[in-house]
C-alpha cells in the first residue's frame, strides 16, 4: 500500500518534471538558439598563429565566438538555462568573432587572460571539457599559446609598439 502510494507520487513527479519542461522548451525564448550563431572563422584576417587559431577554435569557440555549436540538451530545461547563460557570458567577456574589432591593447589584454586561464585549468571549464572530450588542452596545446603570446612580446619589443591581430 505505502509502496504503491511511492510509485505514485513518483510517477506523478516525473510526468510533472515532464510537463515543465516541455513547456519551457516551448516557451523558451531565452534557449541558446535564440543567440545569433555564424560559421566563420575565428581570428581569420589577424596575426594569431595558425596552431593557436586551430585550439582557441576548437576548445573556446562554443563560448567565446558567434560559433557555438549546442548540442541536443542544450534545448532542455534547466540545463539549456545554464548553457545559455555560459554562452552570454562567455560571448561578452571575450569574442574571438569579433577579435579584428578589438583594440590592440585590447587584444594583448585577451591574449594575456587567456595564457593565464588556460594554464590554471579554469579554462575551458573543467564541466565543459567533461562533456566535450577534444576540448581537452593537452601540455602541446599550451605550448602552442604560449608561443604566440612570446611572438607577440618579441615583436612588440622590435617595433616598439606591435599588435596581436
Ligand atoms: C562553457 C563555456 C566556455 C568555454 C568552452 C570557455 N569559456 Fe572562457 N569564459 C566563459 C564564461 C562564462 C566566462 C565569464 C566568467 C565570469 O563571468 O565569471 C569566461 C571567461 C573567460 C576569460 C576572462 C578571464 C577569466 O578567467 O574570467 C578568459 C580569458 C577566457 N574565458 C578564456 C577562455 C579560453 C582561452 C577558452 C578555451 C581554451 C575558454 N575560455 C573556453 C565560458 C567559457
Not at 62 to 82: E, I, K, L
Amino acid at each position: 500500500m505505502f509502496r504503491s502510494i511511492l510509485w505514485k507520487g513518483g510517477l506523478i513527479g516525473l510526468v510533472a518534471v515532464c510537463c515543465i519542461g516541455l513547456i519551457v522548451v516551448n516557451g523558451n525564448s531565452h534557449g541558446p538558439k535564440s543567440l545569433p550563431v555564424t560559421e566563420n572563422a575565428l581570428l581569420a584576417d589577424s596575426r594569431v598563429p595558425l596552431q593557436a587559431r586551430s585550439i582557441l577554435e576548437r576548445a573556446c569557440g562554443d563560448c567565446h565566438s558567434d560559433n557555438t555549436v549546442s548540442p541536443w540538451y542544450a534545448d532542455v530545461p534547466p540545463v539549456s538555462w545554464q548553457i545559455h547563460s555560459d554562452v552570454a557570458r562567455g560571448r561578452a567577456t571575450m569574442n574571438l568573432s569579433k577579435w579584428s574589432e578589438y583594440s590592440d591593447g585590447k587584444r594583448r589584454g585577451f591574449m594575456m587572460a587567456i595564457l593565464a586561464a588556460t594554464k590554471a585549468r579554469a579554462m575551458p571549464p573543467p564541466m565543459y571539457v567533461w562533456m566535450h572530450g577534444n576540448a581537452k588542452l593537452s601540455a602541446a596545446d599550451l605550448k602552442e599559446l604560449e608561443k604566440w603570446a612570446l611572438a607577440e612580446t618579441r615583436l612588440r619589443s622590435q617595433n616598439g609598439k606591435g599588435s596581436s591581430r
